[in-house]
């Protein structure tokens, strides 16, 4: 049977929070929604996996929303929005009377998909990085939200890589984004990122020989499948609280109080959504260049693609006529102030629309103590529809 620890037993299949190991539509039917499925493909032919948020019990007064889209950040999927109890993202929205869509990128483990291609047997199926994501992915969900729902435009809110996939996005096709979206919002904002942000993954891409050692191994994608090693890393955090805090400080919030502690927990049990190694290489190489980089083929290959034997910045500049807002966290360790301010330099004013720093870090928009950045992401909205 195993031996008992904090409620929870050892040596046994539910070591885990039971809620943790819920999935989706179990946590959503949990909190009072249906959480309709949709298959969108891509004009690539990847086959994304997306939720539909709908109330069991009919809201009162109801009024036509917007229709939002969340787009999840690095390595993650959809369980980032609805992992906090009734104080989840997503939940707060729907309550509100959104129409809430969440998208999980190609890779991840929903979206494990293709028309031709079979990702445990085409590494062709992991030729992508955060370009792909934003310019394609994004355009096919944007249009099935629409058609969907007849709405003329809609909402995107992108966390983290999930912001920096609407930037690229926005700044190689602006005109056709102006078309069809409301308002862009970028929680946690990551564009470049400076030496004086994210020291955990600084130190990463320093360990040559690792990867190095990866390289070796012809990885393509990261997803790890080894539940055993999800349970011990939860129960290691279970057993020592104070775990917790130390990576957050050092990986992604540098002040973790802020966080609903049980909620991180649950984040981090199901975070590893899964990714391609070609999109690590490119935030490895954004973070080498201190740049906003495409992605770097190597100079033979660059100058076919880009005609510059090194690959061009992912100018902001370029962007024009969508409106974007900005929520930041004062003690976010990966999207610091100094690289906020840097991507904000190059946003129009005509397309900065709302700028707010919050007492939160990185993944604090998921699961802080206090949501009420929620009420200001609700009120841009409704002025934006």
Not at 137 to 147: E, G, L, R
């Amino acid at each position: 049977m195993g031996a008992a620890y904090g409620g929870y037993k050892l040596g046994e299949h539910y070591i885990v929070d039971p809620e943790a190991k819920m999935d989706v539509v179990e946590r959503c039917r949990k909190y009072g929604f249906k959480a309709e499925k949709y298959f969108v493909e891509t004009d690539d032919h990847y086959i994304l996996q997306v939720f539909r948020l709908i109330p069991e019990t009919e809201l009162p007064n109801p009024i036509k929303k917007p229709s939002l889209i969340l787009q999840h950040g690095f390595d993650d999927s959809c369980f980032c929005w609805v992992s906090h109890k009734e104080k989840s993202p997503a939940f707060l929205l729907a309550n509100k009377g959104y129409d809430v869509w969440m998208n999980n990128s190609r890779g991840n483990i929903f979206s494990r998909l293709h028309r031709y291609l079979d990702p445990e047997a085409d590494p062709e199926f992991w030729d992508y990085s955060l370009e792909e994501m934003g310019m394609v992915d994004s355009k096919a969900v944007i249009k099935h939200v629409k058609q969907q729902t007849g709405h003329d435009k809609v909402t995107f809110v992108g966390q983290s890589q999930g912001s920096a996939q609407m930037f690229y996005a926005l700044s190689r096709d602006s005109e056709w984004f102006r078309e069809h979206l409301n308002l862009f919002v970028a929680l946690a904002p990551v564009t470049r990122v400076s030496r004086d942000s994210f020291p955990f993954y600084q130190k990463l891409i320093k360990r040559k020989s690792l990867l190095r050692f990866l390289d070796w191994l012809e990885m393509t994608d990261l997803y790890n499948k080894d539940t055993v090693l999800m349970n011990m890393a939860y129960l290691l955090a279970r057993v020592w609280p104070g775990f917790v805090n130390k990576a957050q400080r050092f990986i992604h919030d540098g002040v973790p109080e802020v966080n609903d502690h049980e909620s991180v927990l649950r984040f981090w049990y199901r975070h590893q959504g899964g990714n391609s190694y070609k999109n690590l290489m490119h935030w490895k190489q954004v973070l080498q260049k201190e740049r906003f980089v495409r992605f770097d083929y190597g100079e033979k290959i660059n100058m076919i693609k880009y005609g510059t034997p090194s690959p061009p910045d992912i100018d902001l500049t370029r962007i024009h006529s969508v409106p974007i807002a900005l929520f930041c966290g004062n003690y976010d360790v990966i999207s610091s102030k100094f690289d906020v301010d840097w991507t904000k330099s190059k946003l129009s004013k005509d397309c900065l629309v709302f700028h707010q720093n919050y007492d939160y870090g990185h993944i604090s928009f998921n699961c802080a103590k206090d949501m009420s950045y929620i009420d200001d992401l609700c009120k841009l909205i409704d002025a934006h529809q």
